[in-house]
């Protein structure tokens, strides 16, 4: 997971809260998790994320090192979170911090998969589960609900019913999804 410091604004003008701090980046870079949030990547008006849990628009970027993170026509202090001054100061070149730009703060720093997990599963609808997914797909790229849907499904079949060889088959590949499952849930 790339972590890197991140100027986060939420999109109430020009002059709406902002933060520095650490944030982290999903694989695929399309979501922040910053501050106890999670940040999807969009296509906003004003904003280029916006909160997954309350729809919130925010502008993410990292920081400029000219210390100059706010847009030209906004105003108010930044919240900056104590962790990382060091490293912001090293950025802009500064050794000590200017008191009239900023809030010194306490950031949540640790990345909330979890909700991000809660959230994006509970969009799902309740689709009549595909069956033939379960041979094209591998047990990571299933969703939590698609996992417990399957393997509920599986697992009150008859399988004595099965000829020996597909019986085997349904037997290892239900094996493989209960595995992810509890290693998600031991994860979270």
């Known amino acids: 997971m790339r972590t890197e410091i991140l100027y986060v604004e939420l999109k109430q003008g020009h002059s709406g809260p902002a933060w520095i701090g650490y944030g982290h980046f999903s694989k695929s870079g399309q979501t922040v998790y910053f501050d106890g949030k999670v940040l999807k990547k969009g296509q906003g008006t ?15 970027s990292g920081v400029k090192k000219n210390g100059t993170d706010r847009h030209w026509a906004g105003s108010g202090k930044i919240f900056i979170d104590k962790v990382v001054i060091d490293d912001y100061l090293k950025i802009i070149g500064q050794t000590t911090l200017p008191k009239n730009k900023f809030i010194l703060a306490d950031l ?11 959230i994006e599963n509970s969009k799902q609808t309740e689709e009549p589960f595909d069956h033939s997914l379960l041979h094209k797909k591998t047990p990571k790229d299933f969703s939590d609900n698609e996992l ?5 499904y599986y697992s009150d079949l008859d399988l004595a019913e099965f000829p020996l060889k597909a019986r085997k088959s349904y037997v290892d590949k239900l094996n493989d ?12």
Request: charged share 35%.
């Open 46 to 60: 004003i904003s280029n994320h916006f909160d997954i849990e309350n729809g919130d628009e925010y502008w993410v």
């Open 108 to 118: 949540d720093n640790v990345p909330n998969k979890e909700i991000s997990r809660k």
């Open 148 to 152: 417990k849907r399957v393997i509920e």
């Open 177 to 188: 999804l209960t595995v992810e499952l509890e290693t998600r849930n031991n994860n979270a």
